[in-house]
Structure formats: structure tokens, C-alpha cells
């Protein structure tokens, strides 16, 4: 099942890569996961029990239970949503060995827009019948995908910040892989104008296509 | 009283292991235990004080105070309920250094209900002489073990991510070991029908059994 | 100012620990660093502004902005506290070099009470004119000092877990360095019931003793 | 773009830095990004949606969403500030190699300002037509700005925690460097009294300002 891939070495740190460019990239890597750690766990702030009157939790606390579900659900969604594009990040950041200032500054958009993930979240939990809701979570996750794809590219192009023996393939499979999420978030807002629940259909799609595609092992 | 075992050295990682794949398995084990260390702190944010008059805090604050014990009690039972499963999870991935795509979507379906326990603490607090109330957190702990336990079964099946010198003994142990915590909260549902307290002396039971089996030093 | 003492080389790792037991010691440092960082973090919550009506905003939010006062003296002041304990806690581990179970148990009961912090001082900052909101307070910090001397205590009695090298003044030095906390925590618990204001006198001499004694450059 | 300095070298770490020291630096470095990256993502709890009438959701959903832009504005604006100063931060770390306590009380003072933004930025996303929200976000941003100029200015005071080669020069123009978000930040608050959106630019001038200026690769 683990095909050890001999191109792996293509990733191992080049030389001349400084101690302070690697030390700095690696407080970059460390701050996202950090980031990344903190919005998936406030999700669960989102799923809160509806008010109970004092006496009567024997009769009513099942039924405020149930009516807790569109938020769990909302919930599960967002941690994979989010678990998903971690795992992108990763990805991303294992060809990029180089830091600059624009690297950070994308890195920071980026993260500004996966810190949000709660609040549609909540939205969606609270409205998950509005269209508008979903348009606001789709939208959102949408622009996750195309900063993720922009500070790719601004990473990748002309070996600006990544491994010199990355080959031009290595980089456009990246490139491709990296915009299937973002793609698929935009023609959900094109699809939920028709149906709602087809709309979460294709949400589900972008984690089953990244969990099936990996043409690297470590990847 | 700390014995150094010689069986310690089975755990070093291997050769063959690469740079990239043990860099992948840091990242893991960063994100899971920067979840860990958020959901166990938010647990605090169930601890709230009834509302008072004001003016009449004098009087109403002791007893509002003491209002708070039950949420206190669940606040402690969390806490170290998910100190113990981070510490299954530090023994789990101590044998474990390959990654792959499978063990990390693994690894997010547990977190996902780790992170989640503030919801079913947040509710044993409000309303823990409740049936209901008791079997959601039974569930949601049982649900965490089981993960854990698949994840190991996945890891260690075939020595497919674990180290090569790692036995089957150590590997039929570990198995075991990690199948008591689900085995006992599952049981501690069906104790809650007969009664509730009775389930969570079950629950204690499991820190009392996972303090004390400590086959290795480490783990 | 800075003196590099001699005696530092007594804390270079010893040859002897297991590359596992070292790891196992990162992991728990490094999680009981996420629990401080998000419990600091998670006091600003309690600094809430109260509501205002709509529209007397220009004459009602200054006098809402003071009435906060008192929640950003307790933001502070437990801002600092949880900084000192976390200090206290690195120079703890500055010494110890072996891992066992028992020590994780302690370091979580510390922690537990750590992650408690924001509750305690939610209710000292909206009712810090309450002697059972004092008594709350500076009984949960000495708790706090006391799991602390505790652990060290476990870890170097016999040189358990601590370096080898480690002379018996340094180990009763640190013992008594860790009872100062609790004892002062403890003792304002006395003076409280006299003054209040004089008790939190005492706190704040707690931070800067230990600001002021420091007889390792490091700790 | 990415110009490799030759200056570079001056912050490789120094021979004589103890691996106690290198250590100590090290968990406040962490520390320090843990903080951050929960004052960032916690922002978003600032983010509610206003209540809305049970059925009316397809009615009043967009209005309330509309209502949010103000805290939306402002949590942009809170996650660059707190992102800039997140580098200004590793800026200014980049070059200090030694540890001592009075360094770590710097720090925590520092980041007890960084961990109050969700507070100044609730407020400022709730009230930000009022001169006093914006006078206490530009108060606070400025504390923090000069806060870290204090700390660089105790840290490079003679060399006493800085690298040895790093000339008189580096050390001038990070320090001129650190005073541009306080002074900025000051400068605002007069500003504010003419003009509220005038002042508002101010502040959007300071990321301009810090992401244009970049002497060196790295920092």
C-alpha cells in the first residue's frame, strides 16, 4: 500500500538553503498549524444547546438534542473542510524550502480566511436551508482554495522559493491538484441556486477527491 | 522505580525512514496535540457563573458558587479523560513512523470527536442526572477509543507503519491495551440504565486502569 | 547583568536517556506550553463589554469602556500569574531529563488547575469586592503551586528523574523556590479575611519576588 | 526578488550560547507564537451574527449578514495588525540569541497587550463610528509597538542578548524600524480626533509600511 516513491528525494532540503530561511519558514509552518489547530477546535463553540426550561429536562432535553443535529453536522463538514485544507497546506509547504517577506504576507491572507471558517460555520449551522448561507460558506472556502493556489504559484514560479530539482511536472501536478478545491467550492454556489443539498453533495466530493488522489506517498 | 527497558531500542526510528515522511508525521503529531491541548482548555468556557442581581452579590454569590460544582465535576472528569486519551495517542504513534494519506484522514475522524467533547461535558455539566445526558458522553468517548483503536490496527496491520523490530506481542499488546477505554465506556451505557452513578464510577475506572497498566517505561 | 554561571553544564542532557524518553518529555513540555498559551489567551473572553442600548452609544460607551476596569485589572493580573507559573514550570523541566508515567499524571492535575484560571478570574473581576471571589482565587493559585512542588518533589526525590549531576543545594533550593508561590497564595487567604485589598497586595509581591530572585542565569 | 545577503552569517547562532539558554529561548519563542496564533484566531468569536425571529430567517438572513461587514472590517483589521506585529516580532528575535528574565518579562508584558486585541476590536467592530473605540484600539496597538521597541532596546543595549557580530548599524536601523507601528499608532489617535477614516488609514499605512520595507531576506 505505501509505494515508496524514488522521488522522494527531491524534497529533501537543498544545500544553501540558510539556517535563518529554513528557521523562519519553520515559525511560518509552525504559526499556520497553531492557526489551524485553534479554528478547527473553536467549531465546537458553534454547537450549543438551545435553552431549556428550569424542571422540565426529562421531557425536553432529547428533543434539544436532536435540534442540535444541522449544527453537528455543520460541524463535521467544517472539520473536515478545514482537516482537508490542511492537509493542501502541507503538501504545499513540503516543495517550498525558501521564505521571503510576500510568502508571508500571502500565508497570513490565506490564514486570515481559515481563521473565518466559524463563522459561516455558525451561519450555516444556524440557516443550512438559506441559500444565502451556503453561498457565504462555499464563497469563503472558495477563496481558501485560490490563496492556497495563488501562494503556490507565487512560490513555484521560476523555482522562485522552491527546490531546485523540482521538476516543471512536479509543479503543474501541483498547480492542477491545487485548484480542484477552490473549483469545486465556486460551482457549488452555481449548483445551490438549483438545490441546496446538491450544492453539499459537491462539498463532499472535494474531500473524497483529495483523500483518493496522492500521487506521492508522504503527500 | 523507572526501570530502563531494554526493549526501548525498538522504538528508534529506523533507517529508511525518510526525511520528508518523518517531517509529515512531525506535522501530525503537532496538529493533534495543539487539538488536544485547545479542546481541554475550552472546557473551562462550560464553567460559568449563574447570573446574579445586582446589588445582592453578597448573599448570592456563595451559593452561586456552589451552583457551579456539578459543571466543575464534568470540567475535571474532561480534563482528564482527554489527558488520558492524549496519552494513549503519545503511545500509539511512539511505534508508528511511516505516514500515509489513510493514517492522517484516520487521525482527523478522531480528532473530530475530540475535539467535540466540550459539546457533551458542556451538557453532563447542565444536565448530568439525565439518562440522555450520560449515554451522549459515554458515546462520544467510546466513538474516540474505537478511532484510536482502528488507527492502530491500520498502522500496525502487516507492519505497515510501524517499526520493522517491533513484535507481535508488542503489537497484540498494544492492541488490547487500546481497546479498554471504548470497551469500558460502551459497557458504562449500558451500567447508566441501571444506574447513573454506577457509570460513572465506570468512567473513573478507566483513569485507575490506564494510570496503572504501564508495561513500558514510556509508554 | 547577565552572568554565565559554571554550573549550567549540570542540565546538559546526560548521556544514558533513551532518544524515547526525551521525545516523551518534549511531547508533554511542549503540550503543557499549548495548555498555558491558550489559557493566557482565553482571559481576554472574561473582559466583555457590558450592552449598551442602541443609539446612546456616544454617551454611554465611555462610561461602559471604566466599567470594565475592574475585569482588565483581573485580565492582568492573571496574565501575569499564569506567566510567573509558566516560568516556574520551565525552570521545573530545566532540570528534569526522564520521563515516567506518574510524572505525566502530576504535570496534568497541574495543568487541570492552570486551565481553570479564566474561571476564578471571571468571578474575581465581576466581583472582586467579594471575599468568597477573593478566597476562590487565591485558593485555586496556591493549588496551583502546591501540584507544582509537588511534582518536583516526586521527580527529584533520589535524583528520580532529574540529572545526575544535579548537587543537593540545587535541589533544596529549587524545593524551596517552588513553596513560595503557595505559601504567599496561601497565607493571602488569612489576610483577606482582614482586608481585601491588602491580600492582593500580596499577590503582586509574589510576581515580583519572583521577578527579583533568580540565582541561575537561566531559570 | 530573493536577494541572498551576504550579511546573512551575523545571525547564525553564536559559539558559547549554552543548549540551556538556546532552549530557554526557544519554549519563549514558542510560547510566544502560541499566543499569537490564539489572539488571532479567537478574533473571529467577535464575528456573531445578530439574533433573528424564528421563520422570518429568508427574510432578515441577508440583513443580518449585511450587519456583520463593520466586525468583519474589523477583524481584518485585527488579524494583519496581530500578523505584522507576529513578524515584527520574529524580526526582532531573529537576532537575539541569548535569554534572561528580565527578556521573558519583556515578552509576557508584550504579549498580555497582544492577547487584549479581541477586546479593543470587539469594541472598535460594535462602535467603530466612536471617537473613544477608536482612541483605545490606536492606545493599545501603540503599548504593543513600543512595548517590543523596549524589548529590542533591552536586548541589543550593548550587546547584552544580541549576536556579537552584529554591527552597531543592524542594531540603528531595527530599532528605527520598531518605531514606526507605535509612532504611527500615536499618531493616529490625533488624527482621529479631525477625522475618524482618516485615521483608520493611518493604520492601514503601517502594514504598507512594513510590508514595503525589508533591508534584509529573512526578517
Same mark, same amino acid.
Given at each position: 500500500?505505501?509505494?515508496?516513491? %524514488?522521488?522522494?528525494? %527531491?524534497?529533501?532540503?537543498?544545500e544553501g538553503v540558510s539556517y535563518h530561511e529554513r528557521r523562519a519558514l519553520d515559525r511560518l509552518i509552525f504559526f499556520s498549524d497553531g492557526v489551524f489547530a485553534?479554528?478547527? %477546535?473553536?467549531?465546537?463553540?458553534n454547537v450549543a444547546?438551545?435553552?431549556?426550561q428550569p424542571g422540565s429536562a426529562s421531557t425536553d432535553l432529547p428533543s434539544a438534542l436532536l435540534a442540535t443535529v444541522p449544527r453537528l453536522y455543520a460541524y463535521a463538514l467544517s472539520f473536515l473542510v478545514?482537516?482537508?485544507?490542511w492537509m493542501a497546506h502541507q503538501r504545499t509547504f513540503h516543495y517550498i524550502e525558501r521564505y521571503d517577506h510576500t510568502l508571508a504576507w500571502l500565508n497570513l491572507l490565506?490564514?486570515?480566511f481559515v481563521a473565518?471558517?466559524?463563522f459561516p460555520t455558525g451561519v450555516l449551522?444556524?440557516?443550512g436551508d438559506q441559500l444565502v448561507a451556503v453561498i457565504l460558506y462555499a464563497a469563503t472556502l472558495a477563496i481558501i482554495?485560490?490563496?492556497?493556489s495563488a501562494l503556490w504559484l507565487y512560490a513555484s514560479h521560476n523555482d522562485r522559493l522552491v527546490a531546485k530539482m523540482l521538476t516543471e511536472q512536479d509543479i503543474h501536478a501541483t498547480t492542477l491538484r491545487s485548484a480542484v478545491p477552490p473549483v469545486m467550492f465556486l460551482a457549488s454556489i452555481g449548483i445551490a441556486f438549483a438545490s441546496i443539498p446538491a450544492a453539499e453533495v459537491a462539498w463532499v466530493l472535494v474531500f473524497v477527491l483529495s483523500a483518493v488522489r496522492r500521487p506521492h506517498p508522504v503527500a
Open positions: 500500500m505505501v509505494k515508496i516513491s %524514488t522521488k522522494k528525494e %527531491t524534497s529533501v532540503p537543498s485553534i479554528a478547527i %477546535t473553536l467549531l465546537v463553540l444547546l438551545p435553552a431549556i478545514i482537516g482537508a485544507y490565506f490564514l486570515l473565518l471558517i466559524p449551522g444556524a440557516y482554495g485560490l490563496l492556497l
